[in-house]
């Protein structure tokens, strides 16, 4: 069977039809639902598919004694082989030192160019919660941090996305293995959901699908790598945990 979106309606499904794309005013959705089926039946795939997963780096006090001061986001882009849903098991690569990162994800809906920040909103579908796994730089030789942040699997996200999010004043947390690592809000971060988009319209053309990772909030205690066995949960106010199992 050929993948299709649906709607979470209790635990029911509703299956949109081929015809359906990401871009339809959410008020028409209903006119796309083809069928009904129980959650239990389904296979879930990442919510989405992006041309690019873009991260904003050091967007929290705290993660950076500097980053107060910069004028512009720090940017980073992992690779579409890295995106997977986060209830699903995570195959550690040998010889890497990788950690986990709680984030926001927001997910574009319009193709979107040089925007005027009031029209963020009309461009964003909505939001989910990511895990942009990490790990260390390769003897300083990953200049462009493409191992550090692209191996298979490392952009856990949950299973849906909640295009009615109200994002502002809601905790971001992170736990290994039960205990805390990771703890904020995500009104602090540096830059908004709306500078970030909006400043990134101006030099890239975002498109349907494409997730940008909003930040990791500081951690509360020293960085703890993953290890076979690990559970990594991200926990942001109003949406399901996601756990990473870690093989």
């Not at 920040?117 to 989910?128: A, T, W």
Request: hydrophobic residues 40%.
């Amino acid at each position: 069977m050929n993948p299709n979106y649906g709607l979470i309606d209790s635990d029911r499904i509703l299956i949109l039809n081929s015809s359906f794309n990401i871009g339809v005013e959410s008020a028409y959705f209903k006119d796309y639902i083809a069928e009904s089926v129980k959650i239990s039946d389904v296979k879930f795939l990442p919510p989405c598919e992006p041309t690019k997963i873009v991260g904003i780096a050091l967007n929290y006090p705290g993660v950076d004694e500097d980053s107060s001061y910069v004028d512009e986001p720090l940017v980073f882009v992992k690779g579409i082989n890295a995106l997977a849903l986060g209830d699903n098991n995570f195959d550690l690569p040998p010889s890497m030192d990788a950690w986990g990162e709680c984030e926001l994800a927001i997910v574009i809906k319009h193709k979107l160019k040089n925007i005027n920040i009031s029209s963020v909103h009309e461009g964003i579908l909505g939001f989910m919660p990511a895990n942009d796994i990490t790990c260390n730089n390769f003897h300083k030789r990953d200049h462009h941090l493409a191992r550090s942040k692209s191996a298979d699997g490392f952009c856990p996200v949950g299973r849906y996305i909640d295009i009615d999010y109200e994002y502002h004043n809601k905790k971001i947390l992170a736990f290994q293995n039960n205990i805390l690592i990771r703890e904020g809000n995500i009104d602090d971060m540096i830059f908004s959901v709306e500078k970030i988009v909006q400043w990134l319209s101006t030099w890239m053309t975002l498109q349907p699908g494409d997730i940008i990772l909003t930040g990791a909030p500081p951690r509360v205690r020293a960085k703890q790598f993953l290890k076979p066995g690990d559970t990594y949960s991200v926990r942001i106010e109003g949406f399901d945990d996601l756990n990473t199992e870690v093989l």
